[in-house]
Each structure stands twice: as structure tokens, then as C-alpha cells.
């Protein structure tokens, strides 16, 4: 009965009634798309590497090391010389490592040289593969696989040549060694699509001719020749290491920190991650706060439009009163009525959300490489909704309350 | 960095290596670390405290109740189950449990050899150091003789407990809290640092005196 007569009381207040639940809708589509991108955010952050046991580099930091190591952003200090990379691949704890060479670019994009075992440890989001979306594998020394956003970008497919540039956003171009594109990388949301691979031969072979950071002039060594040369790195800028078993990780690590012939660094890459979120994750409970206080201006865009609504309702609570409604009858509609409100404002904000979503999701995905799972709103999502609806309850109490003391005050005659 | 540029760097840095490196760790007062692994059934664990959240002292022990402390602490720590406890359904047995004491000392020349043997590290391996311990004298002096002409200023070190733990534990599964039971027994310490490898990877918490309860159900 009450439920008829609430519904039947918003309907005739139409107008209103929909621009205060469109404005609820907004703010929780708003709040809960944040949280959806903030989340999305961290596990596609947390799943850039996955299966490798240590990261080892030149002693710095940890969140430096992982991110010019795994994100490709800023430069080494230092580079590890091959002989300590070959102590610690001799060790007995090492299942596997893989060498990675930083420091040439190819356009906007870095050149990594590192070996076809790469191909076979990376692994990212919870352990998948790299995989091939065409062509092969390095097969020769100046055979080059690039990531899905190289090839995208730059309109690459398998066969083509390219040059890789010396250093990063340098004028010096390695012209003599062009690369032929052997492979292209599925999409995989990591910063390997955004690098072009090389064998770490190549990044040697295509140094030949260079000396102090310049191309010794008139020199030229024919591709062949190189072929035939001793291509053994003399360093190179991080590795990845796999281990026999998680037990000894922490054994190895220390070793490798306290390596005596050379200062380096070995990192656990998840709490790396961790470290590295704790920075970026000021900026996310920034926007979560910002997000929740628009969710807030909506409720008191409620509260105060059913306050509005009461003057305009003093005759209508006082039939109420005299057809035998008690003041609680009037406290409990006007209740109902927020509730309803914030309701119907927390589903179409469901609704908007899936909808904004299906249409960004794709967006997302091809210019930030994030990708945001639409997932049946679980039980997180269904916890939000009853607090904005009980939230709803709570802001319409004021008023109600006012409701009930004038319906006690009010009578039949409306003086004005 | 260009790999010539680098190997250049490199043979400008060597004869600076030849002569030793001097590094000292880290070292905080009330912050102890515990590193977990798991693997299977197998739970390895290692504790780093410094020695003023367990005894309260970092100085070279002077008397006898000075050792009997950290005789004593040396027993408490190589019960692991009575510091850190998992829950009861991992049904956790204690495999191997060891605890030292090790002091942390600026030594400024040694060779690279010197390295590679801790002994010298360790506290008690200092006996000859100060005249007025000779009760502590039970140890072969002769091959640290090198170290007699070393000022060791007992302030300057700094002593370290060390200990590491096996378990083998039948429902791995159930690993999902420890209880720090080790803030009741040492009352200096404020704060661990966790570092936790499991079957997914590793992740790091900090377990505090206010709340000695670690949940570790995101670590897995």
C-alpha cells in the first residue's frame, strides 16, 4: 500500500525525481568505473612479469632496476660485466638466465638484445607465453622480432628492413647493419609489445664499427665478416634468472647482493612491483576519494530535493494525516521514497558502467595497453551499491523527520 | 650504456676493486626481517634481528649475564614455532632450526679471500680483541692474528641474530596467517619485514607490534 502510494508520488513528480536519479546514476558509474580502471590498472601492473624467481642488475634500486629492466623507463647506472653474469649462470641454484642488452632504440621504440631463451622464460599474466602473430624466431644474426605495438605503429610486417639508431633519441643510425623483421609478437599488454627484440650478438655486431659512442669514420665492416667475428658481449645490462627452487631464492639473492667482485643488485620482482605500486598508487586513492565525494554531492542533491519537495507537500501530508495516516506512515514514505530514488540511481549507474564500458574497453586496450576486464559486477560492486543506497536511507532522514513534526503540527488549513 | 663505453668504465673501476670492497648492510634498530619460502610442502624461513630487539645490547658481551642473554636468546630463537606460529591446520613440523649471533664491523682492508670466510664475523671470534676477557679466549687466535692491529671501537659494531628455519608442513594450503607471537617474547621489537615466495610469486608486508597478525591469503 505504502509502496503504491511512494512509487505513484514519484511518478507525479517525473521530471525531478529523474534528474535526481540521473544525477545518482553519474556519480556511481563514475565512482565505480574508477575503481574498475584502478583495479584493472594494478593487475594488468602486476601481471608485466610473472615466473622469473630474480631480476639482476647494476646496484641501484630495486623500483629503478624494474623499471628500466621490465618497463623499459629510464636508463641503467651501470652495466653487469659478462663474467659475473657467467658466475651467476654457473651456479648451482640457477635453473635458467637470460641476458638482457638495453641501450639502442629504433624510432620511438627501445631495441633489447637478449637470447631465443627470452622467448621461452618471459611470461607474463600469470604465466602465458610470448607468442609469435607471424613469421619466426631470430634465425639469422641481423633477424629482428618486434612487439604487436612496433609493428602497428610503425605499419611493419614480417621481411621488412629497419635500422636501429644508436643510443636513445640519437641522430646516429647503425646504416650499415639494416635488421630484416623475422617475427612479430602477439599482443600481450606488456611493455614487450612496445621493444624490438634482437639477439645479443647483434647488439655487439652492430657496435663493430664504433668506438666512444661514434662510428669510426671510413670504417666499414661487411655484414659477412661480422658474421664470422667473435660476437661474446662484454656486458650486458640486467638478467632474468629462473631458479631450481623457490627455497633457495632468498640464498641466491644475498649472494648476488653481496657479490664482492662487482656491486649488483638482485630484486624479487613482485615486491618490486609492490614497491613500485606503492608509489603509483597515491594517485589511485586520489582519484577513488574524488570520485566518492561526487558520489556524496549526489545524495545531498538528494536530500535536497525531497526538503524542496516538502512545502510543496504540506497539503498533500496533511490529507494524509486526516484520511487516519500516522506521522511514522509519513516518516516511512518519505524514507521509502529516497530509497527507491538512490535504487534506481544505483542500477542505471550499473547500466551506465557496462555500457561506457563495452564502448571504452577497446579504446583502453589499443592506447594504454590496459585492459579492463567486464566482469558480472561481483560481490564488491554489490557492496557499493547497497551503501549508496543506504546512504540514500540515511541523507532522506533529515528531512523525513522534519515531515513528521510538521505533519504532527500541521493542520487541514494551509496558512500562508 | 653502450657495452664499449661500459667495458671501458669497467677497466677504469678494476684497480679500485683489487684493493677490496668495503660495504656495510643496512641496519635498523626495531625493525627485524623474515623471508618465507614455499615450496610444496616445504617451508624455509630466515630471520635477520638486530641484536637490540633481542638482548638490548650490541656491544661485545662484557660479562656473564651479557652471554647468558644471548645464550638464552640463541634458544628462544631456535624455536621457531614459539615465535612465529602457523595456523594449527597446516600441521607444520619443524624439519631443522638453527640461530647465530653476527657482528657487522667496518673492516677497512681486507683482501677478497677474507670475505669469503665469515667466521671472522662472527661475534664471539673477537675474544682476543679486549685483555680482560680471557674466559672468552677459547678460540684458535692464530689465523686472525691479522686482525690485532684493527681499532675495533665497540660502538662502531653493530651485532646481528641470525636464524633459519625448515618446516615441513602436510596442508600447505592452510598457510594462510602467522601470528607473531615474537613481538610477546622480545619486547624491543616494533616491526618485521616479510618477504613471502610462493607457487605465485613473491610479494612483501610489514607485520607491526600493534597488529602481530600477518594474513597471508593475497600471497598465494
Known amino acids: 500500500m505504502i509502496l503504491r502510494l511512494a512509487i505513484a508520488s514519484l511518478a507525479a513528480r517525473a521530471v525531478t525525481v529523474c534528474m535526481t536519479i540521473l544525477a545518482i546514476a553519474l556519480s556511481v558509474a563514475l565512482f565505480l568505473g574508477v575503481e574498475k580502471v584502478r583495479t584493472g590498472a594494478k593487475g594488468s601492473f602486476a601481471d608485466t612479469i610473472s615466473g622469473t624467481d630474480l631480476i639482476v642488475g647494476a646496484r641501484s634500486g630495486s623500483v629503478q632496476l624494474l623499471l628500466y629492466s621490465v618497463f623499459r623507463i629510464g636508463n641503467a647506472t651501470n652495466n653487469i660485466t659478462w663474467e659475473s653474469y657467467q658466475d651467476i649462470a654457473d651456479r648451482p641454484e640457477v635453473d635458467w638466465i637470460v641476458p638482457i642488452s638495453l641501450g639502442d632504440s629504433h624510432r620511438q621504440f627501445r631495441v633489447m638484445g637478449t637470447t631465443s631463451e627470452f622467448f621461452d622464460h618471459y611470461k607474463y599474466r600469470q604465466g602465458q607465453s610470448l607468442a609469435l602473430q607471424e613469421g619466426a624466431l631470430m634465425g639469422d644474426l641481423f633477424d629482428t622480432v618486434i612487439g604487436a605495438d612496433v609493428a602497428e605503429t610503425l605499419g611493419y610486417s614480417v621481411g621488412d628492413p629497419i635500422v636501429v639508431s644508436h643510443g636513445i633519441a640519437s641522430f646516429a643510425d647503425h646504416k650499415d647493419q639494416p635488421f630484416r623483421i623475422s617475427g612479430i609478437l602477439e599482443k600481450t599488454g606488456t611493455p614487450v609489445d612496445r621493444t624490438v627484440i634482437v639477439s645479443l650478438e647483434a647488439i655487439e655486431a652492430i657496435h663493430v664499427d664504433w668506438q666512444n659512442g661514434a662510428q669510426i669514420p671510413g670504417q666499414s665492416t661487411p655484414p659477412d665478416v661480422i658474421r664470422q667475428m667473435d660476437l661474446q658481449p662484454q656486458a650486458i645490462t640486467a638478467a632474468l634468472v629462473g631458479l631450481e627452487s623457490p627455497l633457495q631464492t632468498f640464498a641466491l639473492q644475498r649472494a648476488i647482493n653481496q657479490y664482492p667482485e662487482e656491486p649488483l643488485l638482485a630484486i624479487l620482482p613482485g615486491v618490486a612491483l609492490q614497491d613500485l605500486w606503492a608509489i603509483v598508487g597515491v594517485a589511485e586513492t586520489a582519484l577513488l576519494a574524488v570520485s566518492a565525494m561526487v558520489v556524496v554531492t549526489a545524495l545531498i542533491g538528494l536530500m535536497a530535493t525531497i526538503f524542496a519537495s516538502l512545502t510543496e507537500r504540506r497539503r498533500e501530508m496533511a490529507i494524509y494525516r486526516a484520511m487516519g495516516a500516522r506521522p511514522s506512515t509519513i516518516f516511512g514514505l518519505l524514507i521509502l521514497e529516497a530509497v527507491l530514488v538512490a535504487a534506481a540511481g544505483a542500477i542505471f549507474g550499473l547500466i551506465f558502467l557496462y555500457f561506457g564500458l563495452s564502448i571504452a574497453q577497446p579504446l583502453i586496450d589499443r592506447n594504454f595497453g590496459l585492459w579492463l576486464d567486464i566482469a558480472p559486477p561481483g560481490g564488491q560492486e554489490a557492496l557499493i551499491l547497497l551503501a549508496v543506497v543506504a546512504a540514500g536511507a540515511i541523507v532522506s532522514i533529515l528531512p523525513a523527520l522534519r515531515a513528521y513534526k510538521l505533519s504532527l503540527a500541521d493542520g487541514m488549513m494551509v496558512k500562508t | ?220
Not at chain 2, 172 to 195: G, R
Request: charged share 30%.
Open chain 2, 1 to 220: 650504456m653502450k657495452p664499449a663505453i661500459s667495458l671501458l668504465a669497467l677497466l677504469a673501476v678494476s684497480p679500485a676493486l683489487a684493493d677490496g670492497t668495503r660495504e656495510v648492510d643496512a641496519h635498523v634498530h626495531g625493525v627485524g626481517k623474515l623471508n618465507i619460502a614455499i615450496d610444496g610442502t616445504t617451508v624455509a624461513k630466515e630471520f635477520h634481528a638486530p641484536g637490540a630487539d633481542i638482548v638490548g645490547f650490541e656491544y661485545k658481551a662484557e660479562n656473564d649475564e651479557d652471554l647468558a642473554a644471548i645464550e638464552a636468546a640463541l634458544q628462544t630463537l631456535s624455536d621457531p614455532l614459539n615465535l612465529f606460529g602457523w595456523p594449527e591446520a597446516a600441521e607444520c613440523t619443524v624439519t631443522s632450526a638453527s640461530a647465530e649471533l653476527e657482528t657487522e664491523e667496518e673492516h677497512d682492508d681486507h683482501g677478497d679471500d677474507d670475505h669469503d670466510d665469515h667466521d671472522h664475523d662472527k661475534e664471539d671470534d673477537h675474544g682476543d680483541h679486549d685483555e680482560d676477557h680471557d674466559e672468552e679466549d677459547n678460540h684458535d687466535h692464530d689465523e686472525h692474528a691479522d686482525h690485532d692491529d684493527h681499532d675495533h671501537a665497540e660502538e662502531a659494531s653493530h651485532t646481528e641474530f641470525h636464524a633459519e628455519y625448515r618446516f615441513d608442513c602436510a596442508n600447505p594450503d592452510a598457510l594462510t596467517e602467522l601470528s607473531f607471537t615474537y613481538f610477546d617474547v622480545f619486547d624491543n621489537a616494533l616491526e618485521v619485514e616479510v618477504q613471502i615466495i610462493t607457487a605465485s610469486g613473491a610479494s612483501a608486508f610489514e607485520v607491526e607490534r600493534d597488529a602481530p597478525t600477518l594474513d597471508l591469503s593475497s600471497a598465494f
